[in-house]
């Protein structure tokens, strides 16, 4: 993954300058942008391979700048992870939404967000085997990247569809939160890593799932399973 381009776009430059240097110490080559409106220009121009993305920026707002992101086919495949100093859930959701991968909330260790960019990046190299998966009127076709039901195609994000796939192909087992971090999100030690992320993908999907929803089964303090037929 060295060498790899990350594009950061944050107003505080002390946040700046910190995740810099941490993502330079480890071989990225790192682009910066304090405003929004300059930010999108520079993810729209120079196409990296991974975006910092701040919620609250001058001009323009994170949110905005993941949406027009996520809209455009040159831009869709870059992962994203927002930062924010909002700790409400609405936001967060709204951005894992809106396409977003990820979200971190400062105050945050570079370190950890380090590990999360590397996660993400080795997640995305990754390429699926299975070409198509079903359970009940969910199907899955891998190939096209895309979840249908009862053959209707419905949207998910990245996340929400590795999720899915991960709890389909387990066939019944429960899969703990911290093996849905490694799998899904690539995360190492993720014993460590305190993040509801994937509570909240979960809670996202069971809405676009509607009657099907109650096929993801919560294991009370262990993690999830999806019942088949």
């Not at 086919?73 to 977003?100: F, H, N, R, S």
């Not at 509801?196 to 809405?207: A, G, N, P, S, Y």
Request: glycine residues 6%.
């Amino acid at each position: 993954m060295p060498n790899e381009m990350i594009l950061i776009i944050e107003d505080e430059k002390n946040i700046t300058e910190l995740v810099k240097y941490n993502l330079e110490q480890e071989g990225f080559r790192v682009l910066t942008a304090a405003k929004g409106r300059t930010g999108l220009e520079t993810a729209q121009r120079e196409k990296p391979d991974f975006i910092i993305l701040d919620l609250m920026l001058p001009e323009l707002g994170g949110l905005e700048i993941c949406k027009i992101l996520r809209n455009d086919p040159t831009t869709k495949p870059i992962p994203i992870i927002m930062l924010t100093a909002k700790g409400t859930e609405a936001d967060k959701v709204v951005g894992l939404e809106l396409g977003a991968d990820d979200y971190i909330t400062k105050p945050f260790s570079p370190r950890e967000l380090v590990a999360r960019v590397k996660a993400v990046l080795r997640r995305s190299h990754e390429k699926s085997s299975e070409e198509f998966l079903n359970a009940g009127t969910i199907e899955l076709d891998i190939a096209k990247h895309e979840l249908r039901l009862k053959g209707k195609p419905i949207g998910a994000t990245a996340k929400e569809f590795e999720l899915l796939r991960n709890l389909m192909i387990s066939k019944g087992r429960v899969l703990t939160r911290e093996i849905l971090l490694e799998k899904v999100w690539g995360y190492e030690n993720s014993v460590n890593i305190e993040t509801r992320t994937v509570d909240m993908h979960i809670t996202q999907l069971r809405k676009k799932l509607g009657k099907e929803a109650d096929r993801i089964v919560t294991v009370k303090s262990v993690g999830y399973r999806l019942d088949g037929d």
